[in-house]
């Protein structure tokens, strides 16, 4: 069986029956929807027409919401149904990241993630969803797709239908009849200040600036709005996490390339390090769940399909591997040592680079789809290593040469950085959504806090001091130290950017 909806446009008077329906049966928070009716309005005075759009969840056939579930919570049934279990869910909104359609909301009463479950409770008994029960012009079928003689089945076969997004690849089970292009692409209809019966956030009316004058004839007049599920705990995280994986990582490519050996920074200070900023990584995992006493859930109910659960069995791997490390140090035990370093190297390489992956499941959101981002995100925590060790050499009183020979991993690691972020920015994106997200850094409310605290502040600026501390030799502690605070801090900046810039499209 393969549940699924047709909403037929010819159909539907915008009556908000099906919202306040769905809101009564699953009583539906306010100022949260499990379906919502957006209006589009098209044409000039007085030749002007509304549109309406009823949304929800499409109960994809390969939906992304399942495959980033961490605990399973997500998941279909075996009538194709894509159903929550509350009782699972640790509130982490990987779903809400990884939805192209903006269908979860998190449950302010139960802190868990929900959306529309094709009312399944009355389905299980025979009955048709609330909405589609409630319609007062039979606008919304539903009916199982599995069957190629059912009426819905035979109705899409009949007629012109469109989905949402057909380029996400999720096989979308909403089907629209005489559907609205500009309704249905989010952002195509430039949105006002406000609608005709609801305010906007300024963070949504921010996210707008690029759009206005897409389509000169058509404009949104009402929808609903969606929470962005990740904030600044989340760049914090992947800053923590850089710094956390970088200084195996740097440590051991320096003393396997045969560059340096130092028992003592690369042998005692680069674990240590590397336990603190994976300790703060996970408290950051887990504060930022809703439910934070249900972590546990992440291991003892995986789904192996999401990569936060490989993320936490990466970070598990790689503090074994950095505790053995520091053993290694603190014995002084070369075969010790010699055992752990390439696994050092891998997994410092895979807690770096994994949120790539994780990332990438978040279909919903274009910019985190670049090929570049787990290069990139390799080469930040190699640099934050190497910043990490050389504030730690400087205040060891390390020796010279192992001091200079740090500053240059800083330095290239810098170069490759700054090379990476232009590349980033000036590449062809991927597709429109993908380029809009860039230039909502680059140009947009972020322009900022992203030229001048990412790129000046935290590549262009530390190169010149590090260009000058070589070419004017002298002793000295506070440039290089100075030098490598503001090339972490640059960091920073660059991942807040990052994680809020990929989600401030509007997806619905
Ligand atoms: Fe529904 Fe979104 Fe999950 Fe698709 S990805 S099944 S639309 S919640």
Redesign the pocket.
Known sequence: MEYGFVIDNRRCIGCHACTVACKAEHEVPLGNFRTWVKYVEKGTFPDVRRYFTVL?????QD????NICPTRA?FHRHDGI?DFDKEQCVACKA?MA???????YIDPSTETAA??NYCAHKVELGLEPACVTVCPEQAIIAGDFGNPQSPISRLVALEQVMVRKPEKG?M?K?FYIAGDSTSLTPGAAPRPVGYIWAQRPQSEIDADYHRAGDSGVAYTSYDVSHAKPWGFMVSFYLWTKSMAAGPILAAALLTLSGYARAPVLFGRLAPMAALVFTFLTVILLISDLGRPARFLKILLHPNPRSWLVWGAQILTAYSTVALLWLAAGLLLSEPLFAMVQWPGLILSTLAAGYSAFLLAQA??RDLWQSRLLFPHLVVQAFLAGSAVLSIGAVYAISGRALVDLLLRSVLGGLVVHGILILSEVALPAGNKDASDAVRYMIQGPLAVRFWFGAVFCGVALPIYLLAFYFSHPGPGSLLPAAVCAGTLLGLLVYEDCYVIAGQALPLS
């Open positions: 929800r969840c499409n109960h994809c939906a992304p919401c399942v997500l894509v779903c990884a939805c192209p359609y903006d269908a979860i959306k529309c999720t979308p909403v279909r919903a």
